[in-house]
């Protein structure tokens, strides 16, 4: 009898861009849908056929006083539902914090037996913000849980025009899937700048996996020690929505005769057996070798800038010792604009360069001790909008005793109001 509430029941649940739908089943329980104003209504329809649920909670605040009923009463139904989706996220926020830094405590180190890639590209200035505008692109291109991602975001050396990217996998599998995903993607970004280069780290059994396809495009292959640990991080248990990344990563280069090669890292694996993890925030840590060449490198993860700036002051003696075998050619310091500023003037007399992480640079990793700042509102939204309109269909079923009364109260609507929520929801 109603075409609108037919299509509803059977389609699949909208995605977050699609809440025209579920909004309107709000006003057809409601029956308040033909009470709205005229130009809250079009607000109404417009605003959250385009948005999410951010926008559900805010708008249906406003639309509840500007919308008036019949009676010229409030529609406290939609401040009731405003304001209840605000809590439900705020509520969800907090407690996703509180587990994960519970895990993290908990937590021990482990061998890290993840491969890191760090691709390196230098944009002609005038074009920066224009290979800026592909990260998206990329972005939107990332399976993460099919390509094992742990860590993914762009980062940009605005002072020298260069662009790099985080990304972390838990194995040479996942990077040969994530390469073969955005392969449209490079082509794009190769009009604009020559291609990426870089080094890639790993243990040497996944780096025989990479070595045909990555050394022909320049990349050099670092082998990982043994001894190299995770300790407040492991690859997720479910990959889900994953969180904004505000981690700081350090990478020094060591230029070393091969003699002292083994002495070198031994330097540093005995320096990080020998602090308080918990103390710096450390995520990750450890050494890694390209023998040919004769370079070893040295990595850390911080959970924030703050942490790292007290392992600097630590690190200051081994690294003097470091300096005596070995020559200290390069440091990259990786993370977010506000948290790479607290360690410019630490790190001022080494070779540093600074990379900058984008806003979309996200982490999918289980364990780590992070802020409700870091939580990814838009995707916590999508998922629990999709699971709440999924009951909602359930309940709509045919036959159902739900359905029932929808059709009921929608029997009872104006004329005017039923043709505005068939022909939205057709129209869909």
């Not at 790099?164 to 599998?173: D, G, L």
């Not at 991080?233 to 994953?242: H, L, Q, S, V």
């Not at 640079?361 to 990793?365: G, K, P, R």
């Given at each position: ?14 995605a ?5 739908s ?6 057809a329980l ?9 130009p809250g209504?079009h ?36 401040v009731?539902?405003g304001?209840?989706?605000l809590?439900v ?11 994960r ?12 037996t ?8 230098t ?20 399976e ?49 700048a ?35 640990r995770?300790h ?19 990478i ?12 070198l ?9 020998s602090?308080?993890?918990?103390q ?6 450890g050494?890694?070798v390209d ?13 924030r800038g ?5 392992f ?11 300096m ?8 990259e310091?990786?993370?977010?604009q ?6 410019t003037?630490?790190l001022?007399?080494q070779p ?8 979309g ?5 289980d ?14 939204l999508a998922d629990s ?6 009951q909602m ?21 104006q ?14």
């Open positions: 009898r109603y075409p609108a509430l037919k299509v509803l029941a059977r389609s699949p649940a909208p977050l861009g699609n809440m025209k579920f909004t309107l089943l709000l006003a409601s029956g308040t849908a033909s009470a709205m104003s005229e209504r607000h109404f329809a417009a605003a959250h056929s385009s948005g999410g649920f951010l926008a559900l909670g805010k708008d249906v605040v406003v639309e509840a006083f500007h919308g008036k009923s019949r009676a010229g009463g409030v529609n406290w139904l939609y009731g539902i304001v209840a989706v809590l996220i705020f509520i969800a926020a907090i407690v996703v914090v509180l587990k830094r519970a895990a993290a405590a908990a937590l021990k180190p482990q061998p890290d993840t491969v890191t890639i760090c691709p390196y590209t944009v002609p200035a005038h074009r920066l913000e224009e290979f800026k505008s592909k990260f998206q692109a990329f972005y939107d291109s990332v993460a849980e099919d390509e094992g991602l742990l860590f993914y975001g762009f980062a940009v050396d605005e002072a020298n025009s260069r662009v790099s990217c985080r990304e972390t996998y838990t194995s040479a599998a996942g990077m040969q899937k994530h390469i073969k995903n955005i392969e449209d993607r490079l082509k794009e970004v190769a009009e604009i020559p291609g990426f280069t870089g080094t890639v780290h790993g243990p040497k059994t996944e780096l025989d996996k990479l070595r045909d396809l990555l050394t022909p495009l320049g990349f050099t292959l670092f082998a990982t020690a043994p001894e190299n995770l407040s991080i492991r690859a997720p248990k479910t990959w889900g929505m994953g969180f904004s990344d505000h981690s700081v990563g350090m020094r280069y060591f230029r070393v005769s091969q003699d002292k090669t083994q002495d890292m031994k330097l540093f694996t005995d320096f990080y057996d602090i308080s993890h918990d710096f925030g450390l995520m990750y840590y050494c890694s023998e040919e060449s004769g370079v070893v490198m040295t990595r850390e993860g911080f959970a703050r942490t790292a700036q007290t600097i002051t630590m690190v200051e003696a081994t690294l003097k010792q470091a005596e075998m070995a020559e200290l050619t390069s440091v310091v990786l993370g977010p506000e948290e790479i500023s607290r360690l003037e630490a001022e007399a540093c360069k600074y990379f900058a992480l984008d806003e640079a996200t982490a999918w990793v364990g780590v001790a992070f802020d409700i700042a870091d939580i990814k509102v838009s995707k916590l909008g999709s699971k709440m309109v999924e269909q359930e309940r709509v079923a045919t036959g159902s005793r739900t359905r029932q009364l929808i059709e009921a109260r929608a029997s009872t609507f004329d005017k109001a039923k043709d505005f929520v068939i022909k939205s929801m057709n129209d869909m």
